[in-house]
């Protein structure tokens, strides 16, 4: 395989890969200037594997984040447009609108076909990341079979979540081949029984999601919280998080400081949706749904499958429980050096890291290796100490613009004219709205 | 989104443009300033409000009150052309109540509104990336902070004992050091 020389790499092929890509394009670089590395056929197949799990329809996203280069259509307008109905706007203006799941995947698809970005994915995994600074200051980009594969002068690592998350206790049952089939993260793939007995631990969106999911089917849920009330939010970071007035904020703090605040904010809220709280008023007065206060600290086989013992620090334990499962909304492990090529460029470079956060520059560039005239930035989940959405679509987005024209600086590309850039978004807004059309609409549940 | 003052402020005179290119033209076509000194009025009262009142009222905008603002907006200004009376006779009713002539700046107004709002959603996007995110200011796509100007980790400030840290003991005389100074050359001597 011959190397790839680009001005821009992507390590990582999710929703951070394409915003970086369509971002890139619309400024101006060509195709040829930037490649994706990653396994997964396109963009969003991650994302919809996990969404398709959890059951998810639609986006808690906002109508700005999704995958146009341009904040114009927004993407309530790019649906009423496409639906040819008002409802999505009146709703936005309500903010009472979310975006279809398989609106915005196929909105996502169609920008990636659009831009080609499928000719320019490198489907390799990458292992490791070596900075060069002869003749000039780029990076040379292995494979997990230590191939190289490209040299890139700017790269983003967007490599996602890690791997998902189990408490210790559930993971070492896991273990059990027994068991193991009855306990099960709610990014997994699961079906639930009619007259089934599960426990859903967490109260997360994925949580009630399973709650949801379990009632519907004709199961009964105790949904398991390890505190007595999570706080109740649309969104996990503020909203003025998402724009100046809180990035500019959350900048001045230390790190330190940035740490502790994103740990109060992170914790687990329970978003509220119309069709989430009927189906469980229902499955309340049904006798089907309940709410108990503790934690798993034993599993072993039982009758029902598992027995699973729950204590509690705030009053009287609930004790041993028969269950037919135990679902998991813990999320992801959100250590970086869950990630190998993070952990390998920790233990190399000697990268600093603090509760389990990698320590970045302001600009999201990794210290040490992170130039002017040759970025290493980080993105998404990894990047959260910086910008603290970094995770969301719209946290993408923000550094994905940034780090793109941190290229065009370095590169001092000549930018494309507003007439060009209009065309492209209307041509890809028109594209996107004749997919979507094709879409079966989502309902909305807020 | 959450606007601050500055982008407040630069929002609303970038999108007034087409509405004082309108109001020009009808100024020049009738020959009476009424227009653009309606359009003026309007910016000056706009900008008056989000500098008093909007920054501490308003934190999170959401889109419905956009078009809330506009119609408290349109009412003000309608208070302020009745008081100033701007233009030539027949620009609008002299009554204090409306009158029949007030069509015109009544039209201008949400004509205007209709350009701006749509400069805004439209335009702006596409000619400022990040506008939104930087608050609806028109700032350069960037870093809020970039690495170049962070804070240093320590500021000196008065305390009340200048001596409260190890460093600033071992350098003062008051403290006896446990070991003999070493004689280090000074800085500007040959190395």
């Not at chain 1, 780029?138 to 408490?167: M, N, Q, T």
């Not at chain 1, 008023?281 to 049904?286: F, L, P, S, V, Y």
């Not at chain 1, 989940?381 to 923000?398: C, E, F, M, R, W």
Request: proline share 8%; hydrophobic share 40%; with cysteine.
């Amino acid at each position: 395989m011959t190397p790839e020389d680009t001005t821009i790499a992507v390590v990582g092929d999710g929703f951070g890969s394409l915003l970086v890509y369509a971002t890139a394009i619309y400024v101006g670089f060509r195709p040829e200037q930037i490649a994706v590395y990653g396994p997964t056929p396109y963009a969003v197949a991650t994302y919809a594997g996990h969404a398709g799990n959890l059951g998810q329809t639609v986006l808690r996203s906002e109508s700005e984040s999704h995958f146009l280069p341009a904040d114009w259509p927004t993407f309530a307008q790019l649906d009423a447009w496409s639906r040819r109905s008002p409802a999505p706007l009146l709703r936005s203006i309500r903010r009472r609108y979310n975006p279809g799941l398989a609106e915005i995947l196929t909105e996502a698809r169609t920008v990636e076909d659009r831009l080609g970005l499928r000719a320019r994915r490198i489907p390799k995994r990458i292992g490791w990341l070596h900075r060069e600074l002869d003749p000039e200051p780029h990076f040379l980009i292995y494979g997990e079979d230590e191939l190289l594969l490209g040299r890139a002068r700017h790269v983003a690592i967007a490599l996602g979540h890690g791997p998902v998350s189990f408490p210790r206790v559930l993971a070492q049952a896991r273990e059990d081949p027994e068991l193991r089939e009855r306990i099960v993260q709610a990014y997994e793939p699961k079906t639930y029984r009619d007259g089934g007995r599960y426990v859903v631990i967490g109260a997360g969106i994925a949580s009630v999601n399973e709650w949801a999911n379990a009632l519907e089917a004709g199961a009964k849920v105790i949904s398991l919280l390890r505190n007595p009330a999570p706080e109740e939010q649309d969104l996990n970071t503020p909203r003025c998080f998402f724009e100046a007035y809180g990035i500019d904020a959350f900048q001045e703090l230390t790190f330190e400081q940035r740490v502790a605040f994103l740990g109060a904010i992170l914790k687990g809220t329970s978003p509220r949706r119309r069709a989430w709280i009927e189906i469980v008023e229902e499955g309340i007065a049904q006798d089907r749904f309940d709410q108990l206060i503790g934690e798993v600290d034993e599993a072993k086989p039982g009758p029902a499958g598992l027995s699973v013992h729950v204590s509690s620090r705030h009053g009287p334990a609930p004790g041993w429980l028969d269950v037919t499962g135990v679902v998991c909304g813990t999320g992801f492990v959100r250590s970086c050096l869950a990630t190998p090529l993070v952990r390998r460029l920790v233990d190399s470079y000697g990268l600093q890291v603090e509760d389990g956060r990698l320590v970045l520059r302001s600009n999201c560039g990794v210290p040490g290796l992170d130039l002017p005239e040759s970025r290493l930035c980080a993105m998404g989940l990894l990047a959260n100490s910086v910008v603290p959405h970094g995770d969301t679509i719209a946290g993408l987005k923000y550094i994905a613009r940034r780090f793109v024209a941190d290229c065009v600086e370095a590169e001092q590309l000549r930018e494309r004219p507003l007439g060009s850039r209009l065309r492209m978004q209307l041509s890809l807004a028109r594209a996107a709205s004749g997919a979507i059309r094709r879409t079966r609409e989502s309902e909305q549940l807020a | 989104m959450c606007p601050t003052t500055l982008g407040r402020i630069e929002t609303r005179v970038a999108t007034l443009f087409l509405p004082v290119l309108l109001a020009t033209i009808l100024s020049i076509a009738t020959r009476d300033e009424g227009w653009v000194v309606t359009i003026g009025l309007y910016l000056m009262l706009g900008v008056a409000l989000d500098v008093c009142i909007y920054q501490y009222l308003i934190r999170w905008q959401p889109p419905w009150l956009t078009g809330v603002l506009a119609l408290v907006e349109f009412v003000l200004l309608f208070v302020l052309i009745k008081v100033l009376q701007p233009g030539q006779p027949g620009f609008a009713d002299p009554n204090p109540l409306p009158g029949a002539t007030d069509w015109h700046p009544v039209v201008l107004y949400w004509v205007s509104w209709c350009l701006a709002i749509g400069t805004k959603i439209v335009v702006l996007p596409l000619l400022f990336l990040s506008r939104i995110e930087d608050g609806g200011e028109f700032r350069r796509t960037g870093w809020t902070l970039p690495p170049q100007r962070r804070r240093v980790p320590l500021v000196a400030a008065p305390r009340p004992d200048p001596h409260s840290t190890a460093v600033a003991r071992e350098f003062s005389t008051r403290f006896p050091d446990p070991e003999p100074h070493e004689r280090q050359p000074g800085p500007a001597a040959p190395s």
